[in-house]
Nanobody, 127 residues
């Protein structure tokens, strides 16, 4: 069992930045690929970014490429999402998720591949 907790959400003006953190506890953190997803009111959950547990293989959703950066610190059991140049359309609840994998380079864009989810953190970008 892995417990995942997000933090760092809040209210920011358009063009501003926020850094989300996701702390994982339980089984060995480095055995998990990690992903960030978001869900805005009335919309489906959307893939944001993912990172493999080793070697830093990373993938971003088209809407955040060039603005968001995902990273992880396996020593701290934490994954981060640095969000720059925020737009009102980035407003959503952001979820962190963990996927158990034996591959050091695997990651996934599909929410169904993730085993454990956090409760979400609200990000609101005002215009």
């Amino acid at each position: 069992q892995v417990h995942v907790v997000e933090s760092g959400g809040g209210l920011v003006q358009a063009g501003g930045s926020l850094r989300l953190s996701c702390a994982a506890s339980g089984r060995t953190f480095s055995s998990y690929a990690m992903g960030w997803f978001r869900q805005a009111p009335g919309k489906e959950r959307e893939f944001v970014a993912a990172i493999s547990w080793r070697r830093g293989f990373i993938y971003y959703g088209d809407s955040v490429k060039g603005r968001f950066t995902i990273s992880r610190d396996n020593a701290k059991n934490t994954v981060y999402l640095q969000m720059n140049s925020l737009k009102p359309e980035d407003t959503a609840v952001y979820y962190c998720a963990a996927a158990l994998t034996e591959s050091s380079v695997w990651y996934s864009l599909r929410s169904s591949d993730y085993n454990y989810w956090g409760q979400g953190t609200q990000v609101t970008v005002s215009s």
